[in-house]
């Protein structure tokens, strides 16, 4: 550390992935300038082939353990590491199953994708509430944009309420921070001093900072009473888009989410008990999200609601505080990842062929369109937590996590959450099988076209159903690598 | 009152200025200006803490990624602004109206 360039050079060399993608959003811009002709197939490749690139160097190269960059700002560890590859692994599932864009404006979107992977990317090993809310503002500036790329009189409305929402919640946790920081003395969050001066000072203002900026983290995720923009954001922008924004930025958030409580619980010595706030939060957001949901009519706003219901589960594992609910919860995200992926990519495909669709307008689709109607299925069977996909799997995990937690603390909140989320997976059967329900038993009305072909679409929803049976039969091979992962703060 | 804490109610009083014009205001332009207050609130609060905590300059150096971050929301938000202007002919969140719950 004697030498600043010395160690700027050195911490550069071990973020290889987040460089990777970098270079390749500057390549995007320049190509998008220069090709006039198969721009979209282009760019699509080289953003596949830089995703892979950045799985493959994450997969392979990094150190596992964990290593301080750029004084203290980011550390990469297993933890973050496996977090990238979801990160990276659901950009590919994202461009994979975006259609060529409107109005010739295929650079600025694959422009934006990379950002906000090279966000998450960031969010996911970030130290410091500098680099925190730098990487947020990332995420939540480029998936703002995104969500117009409808082009469209809704896709611009969505946008517009999903900055107005954003940009509130930002303010209120850059100001919830910056009174963290009068009390801590210092940004960096893993720091000794940070814990010895919260300790010592337990005021309500550090409830109230706490809350705050929690406030931020729960907006990114969409949970309950930060989900109101979910909805309409879901319903009006391009479906490959909601597939992207609904599972990177929440796991960026969930990453960021389970460093900065560990931190602000100090090791069960705060005098406010965060478990019981975030056990609230969670309960809320699977009861609320469960109860929207059954009444929606819209595909996109059900699977909203249905999102919000999702991220009350992944809160779950962290409201274990303990590494086996880190471990189920880093389960529970991938199967979520891959999940919401199949039902996305099956509805998308559904769109492109029939247009904007409500829930009714697909009754009896399921004999003409037999593959995305399987694949819906499945996806929906597993969102709802039933064997034998691995949606199941990951539930029993994350619900044992919080049963051995509460054997440990007796907390009664912990009971009444392990009890309101099993009932809560006969709610979300009724409106999770109603889509299944109009798609295979109701008659059709007029006579529909067949859909159109769609190899690709076809091959990822092949490849993620098998991934979703591969890990319900044996899960212990993807757990065997997340146990490895030791999470220190 | 000491400097310190006057400067710190005054933060408390623009973030909770901004905070009252993001709820009441109708127009999107004016959510921006009441964004902007309860951003410079932080900045405030962060340069304060700073002069408490003098051995770095981490605080100074957040405000200035704050303002960093303000101008970015600006001129993203401006333009989304825009964008919905040209199909709503109005800036006023509330008067849009194709997106709502239908049962």
Redo the contacts between chains.
Sequence with gaps: MNDPLQHIFESVSLLIPEVIITASLIITILLGLILKTNKHVILKTLALASYGLAIFIVLHHLPTTSTLLFGGMIRIDEFSSYFKFLFLTGGILGVWISGPQKENSSAEYFLLFHAVILGSCLLASSMN??MV??SL?LIS?SS??LT?FGF???S??????Y??FG??A???M??G???I??IA???DFSSELFLKNLIALSSPLLLIAGLFTLAGFLFKITAVPFHLWA??VY??APTPVVAFISVVPKLAGIAVLTKFTLAIHLFGQSGYNWQVILSVISLLSILIGNLSAI?Q??PKRMLAYSSVAQSGFLLVGLVAFGMDGIHFMLFYSTVFLVMNFLVFNALNQFENSYGELGIQSLAGLGTLSIIPSLAILIGFVSLTGLPPTAGFTAKLFIFGSLWGAYQQSGELILLVLFVIGLLNTVISLFFYLKIPYYLFIKEKKETANSIKSDVAGNLLSLILVIVLFYLFISPDKLMGWINKITFVL | MSDHTLLFALGAFLFSAGLLIVLTKKNAIMILLGIELMLNASNLNLILFNRQNPTTYEGQFFALFVILVAVCEAAVGIAIILKAYHYFHTSVPDQFSDLKERN
Aim: with cysteine; hydrophobic share 40%.
């Design positions: 509430f500098i809310i730098l503002e500036l703002y944009l117009g469209n009189k809704k611009a409305e969505g946008s517009l309420k900055f107005l940009t509130v930002t303010a209120c850059i100001y921070i910056s009174i920081y009068g003395g210092t940004l909805p309409d319903e009006s009444a009519t819209n």
